[in-house]
């Protein structure tokens, strides 16, 4: 078995992906989740997206994304990367055969020590018990979570009120890197260009009552951070009314800080479960905000 850096290649982010796949496929059986339906041809926009963060990552975080190789075969992946002092630990996966014989601490060491001197760290963690430990181990604290979903009753859609939401682009970076320096500490910076080219949208607020942003793809909404919770609530409003008729919503990782999304959720429809961890170090879960699970 070795461990080596994953290199900015079709074949590795390939192999990643593969390993990825097979391991969660095993969690959802184990944790008794339904199986996402299988992928369309060519794997659909969520298997596109994945391969491209697996190579940006492997550009702008080599030291931070490492593979397990054994007998030429990939076996597990470990991703990471380094924000202005936060560590983020954005996939961590091996193949189901091998788990639990120490693969994963050897993948997540080296990850980690990309981390060295953050003194902040932060990931969204899966249902499963061995993760769980792991992140334990290294010092993290599991904040438990809730997730929404189901289809959006627009008649919950309340009326937008007076803050203005504009779909936003490049040109509004620094703004976010603003709005994530205040609720995290640490801006998102390369990673903008990535969400941006790979969402259906990115919406912007920014009046004089204050700031904020979010991303939607589909009836998804990863990544919402605002300077205050009423702005998040009418981000959060407003992109689940753009959820096409007929998609499923999807907001999760929300620890109890999130209750303003929660009751946002709750007032169209949307059901609440629990699922998974955000496991923060050194750091309180920013709040108004929703985490990315692959870039916090
Ligand atoms: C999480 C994962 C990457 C860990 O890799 P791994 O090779 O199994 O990890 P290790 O063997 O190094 O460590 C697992 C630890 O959990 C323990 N463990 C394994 N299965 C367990 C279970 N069902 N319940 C409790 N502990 C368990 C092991 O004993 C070990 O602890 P120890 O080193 O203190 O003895 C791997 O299990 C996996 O791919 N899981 C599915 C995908 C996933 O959830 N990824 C994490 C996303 S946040």
Do not use: N
Not at 92 to 113: D, H, I, M, S, Y
Not at 182 to 210: K, M, N, Q, T
Not at 269 to 291: F, N, S
Request: aromatic share 6%.
């Amino acid at each position: 078995m070795i461990i080596r850096q994953v290199q900015d290649t079709a074949a590795d982010a390939e192999a990643v992906h593969e390993v990825s796949r097979a391991a969660f496929r095993a969690l959802a059986t184990s944790v008794g989740e339904p199986l996402h339906p299988p992928p369309p041809p060519g794997g659909g926009p969520h298997a596109v997206a994945r391969l491209a963060r697996t190579r940006h990552l492997a550009r702008t975080d080599p030291e931070g994304c490492w593979l397990a190789e054994d007998g030429g075969r990939v076996v597990g992946a470990a991703l990471s990367m380094r924000r202005e002092g936060v560590w983020i630990l954005a996939l961590f996966a091996v193949e189901p055969g091998l788990q639990g014989r120490g693969v994963g601490r050897l993948l997540l060491e080296r990850a980690a020590a990309h981390g060295r001197g953050c003194l902040r760290g932060m990931l969204c963690a899966s249902p499963s018990p061995a993760a769980a430990r792991r992140y334990r181990q290294a010092g993290f604290t599991l904040h438990p979570t809730m997730r929404l979903t189901g289809r959006v009753d627009r008649a919950g859609l309340l009326d937008p009120g007076d803050i203005p939401v504009h779909p936003g682009g490049a040109a509004q970076f620094h703004l976010l890197d603003s709005v994530d320096r205040r609720l995290r500490g640490a801006a998102h910076g390369p990673d903008h260009a990535f969400l941006l080219a790979h969402c259906d949208e990115l919406l912007i607020v920014d009046s004089l009552a204050g700031s904020g942003y979010c991303y939607r793809t589909g009836g998804e909404v990863k990544l919402l951070a605002a300077t205050s919770k009423r702005i998040a609530a009418r981000l959060l409003r407003e992109a689940l009314a753009r959820v096409p008729d007929g998609e499923e919503a999807l907001v999760e990782f929300l620890t109890a800080e999130q209750e303003w999304a929660v009751d946002v959720g709750l007032e169209v429809g949307l059901a609440l479960g629990t699922r998974g961890y955000l496991a923060v170090r050194g750091m309180r879960p920013p709040a108004p905000y929703v985490p990315h699970p692959g870039f916090l």
